[in-house]
Each structure stands twice: as structure tokens, then as C-alpha cells.
């Protein structure tokens, strides 16, 4: 697989994680916000590992989208644009995926969705103009 492929495959996971999310907030009752947030985060961690495959790095294996961030502002500085949703979502690869942890609120979700979806957004713009 080259590394455009592999790319795509990574962005479709991150779609397919964002779509579950939003699916999960518009018709479940109740709604199970800490999965939800779980995706958001997922769907953002899978983009950014995207951008890193794209520009032929071998993405670390970690859930800490702050680290993830910095490694691709590495290859672009316009990565400091989605400082503020990174440090947003990292909390949320793990501590949603057990009980007992902090509770989530309805306005949390929605940051989490917006943010998800930047991000996913932000990287597609980046690996869909190839660099020189």
C-alpha cells in the first residue's frame, strides 16, 4: 500500500469514527456521551496520524493528540490552529472508556463533535494538495 492509500485508509477510519458519533448523538435516548466523546477523539487522533503517514512518517503509538499535533506543526506551522481542540479531546481517549470518571455534559459533547470534525476537516485540507 503507498502512502496515499494508506492515508485514505486512515482518514476513512476518522470519518467512520465521526459519523458513529454524530449517529450516537442524534438517535440514541440516552444519549451515551462519554462513547460519543470517544469517537471524537478517535476520529481526531486517526486524522492527524493521516497527516503523518501522508508526509511519510511512521505515526507514534499514542492516544495524546497534543503529541500528535506537534510532530505534524513539525512539517506545517498551521498546526497551531487546532491547539485548543486537541488539548480538548485528548482526555477523552481514555477516561470516557471507563466508569467512575469524570462526568461529561451535553455542552461538552457538542465541543467534542465541532472539534472532531475541525480537525478531520483541517488535515483533509492538507493532504488533499500534495506537497512538492
Avoid at 470519518?15 to 476520529?43: F, S
Avoid at 513539525?74 to 490552529?81: H, S
Avoid at 465541532?114 to 512538492?132: C, L
Amino acid at each position: 500500500m503507498d502512502r496515499v492509500e494508506e492515508t485514505n485508509e486512515w482518514l476513512k477510519f476518522s470519518d467512520m469514527d465521526l459519523m458513529t458519533a454524530k449517529h450516537l448523538w442524534e438517535t440514541m435516548q440516552p444519549q451515551p456521551l462519554e462513547i460519543i466523546c470517544y469517537h471524537c477523539q478517535q476520529a481526531a487522533e486517526k486524522a492527524l496520524k493521516a497527516f503523518l503517514v501522508y508526509n511519510c512518517i511512521t505515526p507514534p503509538r499514542t492516544h495524546d493528540l497534543n503529541d500528535l499535533r506537534n510532530i505534524c506543526r513539525n512539517n506545517d506551522d498551521n498546526f497551531d490552529e487546532i491547539i485548543v481542540s486537541c488539548m480538548r479531546l485528548t482526555d477523552y481517549s481514555v477516561q470516557p472508556r471507563y466508569p467512575m470518571g469524570d462526568e461529561i455534559t451535553d455542552g461538552d459533547t457538542v465541543l467534542a463533535l465541532q472539534d472532531g470534525e475541525k480537525i478531520n476537516e483541517f488535515v483533509k485540507s492538507k493532504v488533499n494538495h500534495p506537497r512538492p
